[in-house]
């Protein structure tokens, strides 16, 4: 059971903001969430994983402003790992994820918290439309709904876009999860987490234009084929583990 708590406590949202040599985008990604029109304060929890190009020099006036948070690891450890060290220093109540790379709309945000504010859903995931001009490539989308639809599949549930980067939860439901996989595995490993925990989810669509691999594009075939894997282990051996016991499918029981 969730202790009692008041606005002021649940009025903070965290983005955190995992880079790797983002240099010629950080800036305006974190530009635009600082603009957002959000109902909540925003702290942007900027995560330096090992970047080489000098990206964490251009928010270093919003650090030393105190207008974001920046955390960094002096190797590259992987967007798992940046999500996971972020994750342990949010100081909001509530807890998404953007990349740097200007995909995703940092508008949409608004729209992402709004069910976890109405008491509609414990777990929201931004659903992408991949409408021709703003897809990666064929076996990219495929490869996403075949990945959406096996989740879907093993726990009994519908999704449609499992491996979207902006998903929102209460923070303290993001710390049960237990995240151990350093790279784009993570992805996979919190929609299994989440749903063998039994969250209450809820997509809301959102605006996305992917980035070409000439520009910067990392995810790949292996990938995916990870992300089966981790799902089905999630499935078969993490539904019992005493963290998911401990929440109890806590979503809809409050």
Same mark, same amino acid.
């Given at each position: ?20 040599? =983002? ?25 330096? @994983? ?29 967007? %798992? ?13 509530? *807890?998404?994820?953007?990349?740097? @790379?200007? =995909? ?74 237990? *995240? ?39 995810? @790949?075939?292996? @990938? ?7 799902? *089905? ?14 929440? %109890?499918?806590? %979503?809809?029981?409050?």
């Amino acid at each position: 059971m969730r202790r009692a708590v008041g606005p002021q406590e649940t009025g903070k949202l965290t983005v955190i903001v995992p880079f790797h040599n =983002e240099a010629a985008t950080l800036r305006e990604s974190v530009d635009r969430i600082l603009k957002a029109d959000v109902p909540l304060e925003v702290e942007v929890m900027a995560v330096d @994983d090992g970047s080489t190009d000098g990206s964490s020099d251009t928010v270093a006036d919003l650090q030393a402003s105190g207008r974001i948070r920046l955390c960094t690891h002096t190797t590259r450890c992987g967007k %798992g790992a940046a999500i996971i060290t972020g994750i342990q220093n949010a100081a909001g109540y509530w *807890l998404t994820i953007m990349d740097a @790379d200007l =995909e995703y709309d940092a508008q949409d945000l608004r729209q992402i918290v709004a069910p976890l504010l109405n008491d509609e859903a414990d777990l929201v995931f931004g659903k992408r439309a991949f409408a021709g001009h703003t897809a990666f490539s064929f076996w990219y989308v495929i490869g996403n709904k075949v990945i959406s639809m096996w989740a879907s599949f093993l726990f009994d549930t519908w999704l449609s876009d499992v491996y979207t980067c902006m998903k929102a939860a209460r923070t303290e439901d993001w710390r049960t999860l237990g *995240l151990r996989q350093q790279g784009f595995g993570v992805e996979a490993e919190i929609t299994g987490a989440f749903l063998a925990r039994g969250f209450r989810v809820h997509e809301v669509p959102i605006t996305y234009k992917a980035r070409r691999r000439e520009e910067g594009k990392k995810i @790949d075939w292996r @990938d995916g084929v990870k992300a089966l894997w981790i799902l *089905l282990r999630i499935r078969l051996f993490d539904r019992m583990h005493p963290a998911a016991a401990a929440s %109890g499918g806590s %979503g809809g029981g409050r």
